[in-house]
């Protein structure tokens, strides 16, 4: 393989979903903790368009935990608003990867428009920003013990690189 991409961006990737009732208030405010569970669901849907899924990734023995999380909240997200979670890696080895996210809400008109590449080149995302984050993950084995992805999971690795590499184009 390659050298690590470093902090080279890939494309954004999104994931649309519904706000269920239960994750908000009585006054139908999003409670914070649930843009967690999105960033997730962010990433996930990410690797799986990449072809290789979270369980594949664990039957090879590979976890990927948390290390680092941030978070900064823009406007709340109610009860029953469909948003869109954004989802790239901003930086990439053998033995880490980072990812960004944005969690907007987006007219219908613009969930139509919306054009992943030129999102890539710079364009801003459309939609109203949310919350915006961040997660940086270790790869590691069931033991918990760091391992090198391209070791553990060539065709994983290969997968993520190339989305790097080709700013996200399979």
């Given at each position: 393989m390659g050298k690590?991409?470093?902090?080279?961006?890939?494309?954004?990737y999104r994931t649309t979903?519904?706000?269920?009732?239960?994750?908000?208030?009585?006054?139908?405010?999003v409670y914070h903790a649930n843009y967690l569970n999105w960033f997730e669901i962010g990433r996930t849907e990410m690797i799986r368009e990449?072809?290789?899924?979270?369980?594949?990734?664990e039957e090879q023995g590979v976890l990927l935990p948390v290390t680092d999380?941030?978070?900064k909240f823009s406007q709340p997200a109610r009860y029953d608003?469909?948003?869109t979670i954004f989802t790239r890696m901003t930086s990439f080895s053998k033995l880490r990867i980072k990812y960004a996210y944005e969690v907007r809400r987006l007219s219908a008109e613009e969930r139509g428009g919306w054009d992943a590449m030129a999102c890539a080149e710079g364009q801003e995302l459309p939609g109203e920003l949310l919350?915006?984050?961040?997660?940086?993950?270790?790869w590691v084995s069931r033991e918990w013990q760091p391992v090198r992805l391209d070791k553990?999971?060539?065709?994983?690795?290969?997968?993520?690189?190339?989305?790097?590499a080709r700013g996200g184009v399979s």
């Open positions: 690590d991409m470093g902090d080279k961006l890939s494309r954004w979903i519904r706000v269920r009732y239960q994750e908000s208030d009585q006054m139908g405010v990449l072809g290789i899924t979270y369980r594949s990734m999380l941030d978070m608003d469909e948003i919350v915006s984050g961040s997660t940086s993950h270790v553990s999971a060539p065709e994983l690795y290969a997968a993520l690189e190339r989305a790097l």
